[in-house]
């Protein structure tokens, strides 16, 4: 199902408007129709919808709420990065993009080619 997002004031009670860029996108390149359902989720509060188209215009489309469900900001596939031991201070950066991607647990290895090795006293160290 496709998925488009909006803005909180974009979205009435029982109504949302798409405007803008999607909707060129909506009857152009994807094609869709009246009667069609796409997920819509709302930009600032992670809410999502399941919406029926109910018109398309040059302007806008307007879709009609049909369920709204609520936005889950976890993923439900729990993500482990087994990564070798990096040269110099790298180790930082692919833990802070791992876990902008959404990894759970990194789990830094040590391979007998690697160039960087740990002495068996800061190995200890670093297990406790």
């Known amino acids: 199902m496709r998925k488009f997002f909006v803005e909180t004031d974009q979205i ?3 109504e949302i408007e798409i405007i803008g860029e ?5 009857k152009n390149v994807l094609r869709l129709e009246v009667g069609e359902e796409i997920k819509i989720g709302d930009k600032s509060t992670s809410e999502n919808y ?8 040059k302007d806008n ?11 889950q900001s976890e993923s439900n596939i729990q993500l ?7 040269k110099a201070d790298k180790m930082e950066l692919i833990i802070q993009k791992g ?3 959404g990894v759970a647990s990194f ?15 800061r190995r ?3 297990n406790r």
């Open 61 to 71: 489309v307007v879709c009609e709420i049909l369920e709204k469900i609520e936005g």
């Open 22 to 26: 999607d909707v060129n996108h909506i």
């Open 107 to 121: 789990v830094p290895v040590s391979f007998k080619r690697s160039i960087v090795k740990l002495s068996r006293k």
């Open 50 to 57: 399941i919406c029926n188209i109910l018109s398309l215009s």
């Open 99 to 101: 876990t902008e991607l």
């Open 124 to 126: 200890n160290k670093e």
């Open 12 to 14: 009435s009670e029982k």
């Open 80 to 86: 482990t990065i087994f990564q070798g031991l990096p």
